[in-house]
């Protein structure tokens, strides 16, 4: 067995699209209609995706705190100045646990918490 995906409602597609591709750095593996009212795309990098689906009938999505998705960084600074340029509010500031890992979190557009890591060697 192996983890396919995860799924995530949103309330625009394209501006969720834009801050995967262009703050996460996903590329935009498919995107197609599923219905009257509803699109899906799928991100990502190697095996793993997000899945992106926008229901015209669901746009009360509601993301909890207590779930966040992690992507791995090359440069925890490059990436703080990023989305301060973005104008995205950094959830936390950088946090270093352990001389092994430095993190923090900002919130995608659509509530989901999203969780930048720099392992450091």
Same mark, same amino acid.
């Given at each position: ?10 309330? %625009? ?34 095996? /793993? ?11 009360? /999505? ?47 557009? %659509? ?7 720099? %392992?450091?060697?």
């Amino acid at each position: 067995m192996r983890f396919c995906w995860s799924t995530l409602n949103v309330k %625009n597609l394209e501006e969720s699209i834009r801050f995967y591709t262009d703050v996460i750095g996903l590329e935009v593996v498919r995107k197609f209609n599923a219905g009257p009212g509803m699109e899906i795309a799928f991100l990502g990098k190697g095996e /793993t995706k997000i899945e992106l689906i926008c229901d015209d009938e669901r746009m009360d /999505t509601v993301v909890g705190n207590d779930i966040s998705w992690g992507f791995e960084v090359e440069s925890l600074d490059k990436m703080l100045v990023l989305v301060k340029e973005k104008g995205i509010n950094v959830d936390s500031e950088p946090t270093q646990p352990n001389p092994h890992v430095r993190y923090f979190f900002i919130k995608d557009p %659509n509530g989901m918490r999203i969780q930048l890591v720099e %392992n450091i060697e």
